[in-house]
């Protein structure tokens, strides 16, 4: 057959001349153009979706920020305590309040994508609003004393530098205020979050003291229980700094802020497991570090914050207060500005009240009240004279764990709560880690408080 004549100017690209065609295809931006109000209006630098290890690294957000809020003040001084203490011992705890944490954070990361409302609401919604206030109470008094350890923090670091916390205190609560409110708060909390990269140190710092490898093994594979009340009571301050109601709040209002949704919900999972397992490493090498250096020595008490610093001795020497006290500053700084930013949130968006740093005090009068407030609350709980700081730090972190077990029971009921959550709803096994969590953490806090109780009047609850 006879080929058909090419038209004039496209004939086959065969025939084309090798130097007509690009050495490389070129690439195309995406661009989109729209007409808005009768004008053409062209979209440019619109991105497509990131692909590779760039996905995986923009995936992580709320569920990392979160778990790794338990690494500040009190969170450190809760690690530093027990390795002090206990060695290697309590090591298998962290590891199964890592997945208790997983679970936890994920059930309210769900909770967030499917209603697309934080947890005081949902409450308020599903519960009434006698529940609410109840909910909003337990939240008030766990962040409450939270804050105060944030600033007993930054008051304990800025000493360690030979600075009084009678200044650097009143400074932090007014920088705070100023940023958040008045300032670019963003830029800065850049700034903390670097800061606190200097913790990265306690890794390095365990592996230098050269632990017994084989202890670190049979603290984290064979669990071993003491009758000793102060055991179960740290028992106590682990789990609740590192399974705070904070971090329940902050981790599904944040899934909201980002937009998830329960037909893309699946990177949000990804995100609670990996912040979880990461920020629990951390918190596992703060109690290796510790326990090679100061129980090995027979240091079991620590008291200041100088003592926490001298597990960082074997990697930084004499510079160790001075790293340990940069980081608990950049720490406590960031906390101290987030946990009433979004406590006030949380309490705001209970009760239908307008929130947002963005409003002026008229609009938002509730959120910006008890944002000052809670600010004021802390600095002045801090400025205390002659408080015990570890020991208080870690007290803290006890009170948080004993209320931990209402908000445990809220979760549990809207996240199987059908007509919320629809087929996203708990699977039995994620049923059964959740209750189980539940209940080994009120066991615990039970027999701790009726330890206590019983020790007012000399009688122990076990014999020895």
């Not at 909910?135 to 804050?147: E, P, Y």
């Not at 301050?237 to 944040?254: K, R």
């Not at 926490?308 to 930084?316: G, I």
């Amino acid at each position: 057959m006879n080929e058909r004549p090419a038209r004039s100017g496209l004939e086959p690209l065969a025939q084309a001349e090798a130097s007509v065609l690009p050495s490389r295809p070129q690439t195309l931006r995406t661009a989109v153009r729209m007409n808005i109000r009768g004008r053409s209006v062209r979209l440019r630098g619109l991105r497509l979706p990131p692909t590779g290890i760039w996905r995986w690294l923009a995936i992580l957000g709320p569920g990392l920020i979160a778990s790794s809020a338990g690494n500040d003040a009190g969170g450190i001084a809760t690690y530093s305590s027990t390795g002090a203490q206990y060695g290697y011992e309590l090591i298998w705890v962290m590891l199964l309040i890592t997945v208790s944490l997983s679970i936890v954070q994920e059930m309210c990361a769900r909770l967030g994508a499917v209603t697309g409302r934080g947890l005081l609401d949902l409450i308020r919604e599903r519960f009434g609003v006698g529940w609410a206030v109840f909910a909003v109470g337990v939240i008030l008094i766990a962040n409450g004393g939270l804050i105060v350890s944030e600033f007993v923090g930054i008051g304990a670091a800025t000493e360690l530098l030979g600075v009084s916390k009678l200044f650097t205190v009143p400074t932090a609560a007014a920088l705070i205020f100023y940023l958040v409110v008045f300032g670019n708060y963003r830029r800065v909390e850049k700034i903390f979050l670097l800061m606190t990269l200097v913790f990265f140190a306690y890794p390095v710092a365990a592996f230098m003291a050269h632990p017994h490898w084989g202890e670190v093994a049979r603290g984290a594979f064979v669990p071993k229980l003491h009758r000793d009340p102060n055991y179960i009571f740290l028992l106590v301050g682990l789990i609740g700094t590192t399974i705070t109601p904070y971090m329940q709040l902050f981790q599904q209002s944040s899934v909201v802020e980002r937009g998830g949704d329960r037909v893309r919900y699946g990177p949000e999972r990804v995100d609670v497991y990996s912040g979880a397992i990461f920020s629990n490493l951390m918190s596992i090498f703060i109690i290796i570090a510790t326990a090679a250096t100061l129980h090995a020595i027979g240091k079991n008490n620590i008291d200041t914050a100088a003592d926490a610093a001298r597990a960082l001795e074997p990697v930084a020497g004499h510079f160790a207060g001075v790293i340990f006290a940069v980081g608990l500053v950049g720490a406590s700084l960031l906390a101290a500005a987030v946990l009433p930013l979004a406590t006030s949130y949380a309490v705001s968006e209970a009760f239908g009240f307008s929130k947002g740093v963005g409003l002026d005090f008229r609009r938002a009068r509730l959120f910006f009240t008890l944002f000052t407030g809670l600010i004021i609350f802390g600095a002045a709980g801090a400025l205390i004279p002659n408080l015990p700081v570890i020991k208080l730090l870690v007290l803290i972190q006890v009170l948080n764990g004993v209320l931990l077990p209402i908000f445990l029971v809220f979760i549990l009921l809207l996240i199987n709560d059908q007509r919320l959550t629809k087929e996203l709803k708990n699977t039995r096994f994620y049923n059964i880690l959740g209750w189980t969590t539940f209940a080994i953490i009120s066991l615990a806090v039970a027999i701790m408080l009726l330890m206590q109780f019983l020790g007012l009047w000399g009688v122990k609850l076990f014999a020895s």
